[in-house]
């Protein structure tokens, strides 16, 4: 299984980005998939989650900002961000559980 995530970089606070993750190795459209984001000197933060169905959840600091999708087609999983604020500085990563354990190699994410 591998997870390869892009989109990352360096915005203003107020700004948007678009991460993207795109997997291979598992039947992607079988797996809930999942954001997580790990900001210097702190432990891993969940963001958001849809699951197989195309239902979705977020942590209480996104929600209202960012939109978790994902196309099956091209197995790939995406993260708009929107209205990006200092503190949403992390590296985030896709995942195959809500904890962050089965991730990808992350994107770093800066806003300042």
């Known amino acids: 299984v591998q997870l390869v995530e892009s989109g990352g970089g360096l915005v203003q606070p107020g700004e948007s980005l678009r991460l993207s993750c795109v997997a291979s190795g598992l039947a992607f459209s079988g797996y809930d998939m999942h954001w997580v984001r790990q900001a210097p000197g702190k432990g891993i933060e969940y963001v958001a989650r849809?699951?197989?169905?195309?239902?979705?959840f977020y942590s209480e600091d996104v929600k209202g900002r960012f939109t978790i999708s994902r196309d099956n087609s091209v197995n790939t999983l995406y993260l708009q961000m929107n209205a990006l604020k200092t503190e949403d500085t992390a590296k985030y990563y896709c995942?195959?559980?809500?904890?962050?354990?089965?991730r990808g190699q992350g994107t770093q994410v800066t806003v300042s």
């Open positions: 849809v699951d197989v169905i195309n239902r979705t």
């Open positions: 995942a195959l559980d809500p904890k962050g354990k089965r």
